[in-house]
């Protein structure tokens, strides 16, 4: 506590209590505020960021484990691999479990073993092909 809020607390005039708590808050909330990501967009000279390598059911055929035609897999930093389609991310992996929604409900049962999923190694393997 600062000596202000103590020596109100002593003399026990309550509205310079008050005032130093919200006084206090301000800084508070204004430093949490700062310590947030920011989000810039790329300078007018450079592209965006690419959304990853495209990858569609044709190219799989029956091996495709996802309910969607297409999308994009990317390694996004510390080797998490994120599946992109249709304006949403999801996690391919247990890195990008923590900052993306889990890929669960575009996810396809395999058809040959009941109660499974059809593998998606082979998304996860290419999405870290392009980690740097």
């Known amino acids: 506590m ?9 003399s ?6 008050k005032s130093s708590v919200l006084y206090l808050s301000f800084i508070l909330v204004g430093a949490l505020a700062s310590c947030g990501e920011r989000r810039t967009a790329a300078p007018a000279n450079q592209p965006e960021a690419s ?3 495209l ?3 044709a190219e799989f055929g029956a091996e495709w484990p996802f309910s969607v035609e ?10 998490a691999a994120v599946f992109r389609t249709g304006g949403s991310v999801y996690a391919l992996n247990g890195l990008a479990r923590s900052r993306y929604p889990a890929i669960d409900p575009i996810w396809k049962a395999n058809p040959d073993i009941p109660g499974t999923k059809i593998s ?3 998304m996860i393997n ?3 092909a ?3």
């Open 2 to 10: 600062s000596r202000f809020m103590l020596r109100a607390l002593r």
């Open 120 to 122: 998606i190694g082979p």
């Open 12 to 17: 026990h005039d309550m509205k310079t209590y």
């Open 55 to 57: 990858v569609t059911a």
């Open 51 to 53: 959304p990853g390598e």
């Open 130 to 132: 392009r980690c740097d």
């Open 70 to 79: 297409r999308g994009h897999v990317d390694c996004v930093p510390y080797q």
């Open 126 to 128: 290419r999405a870290l």
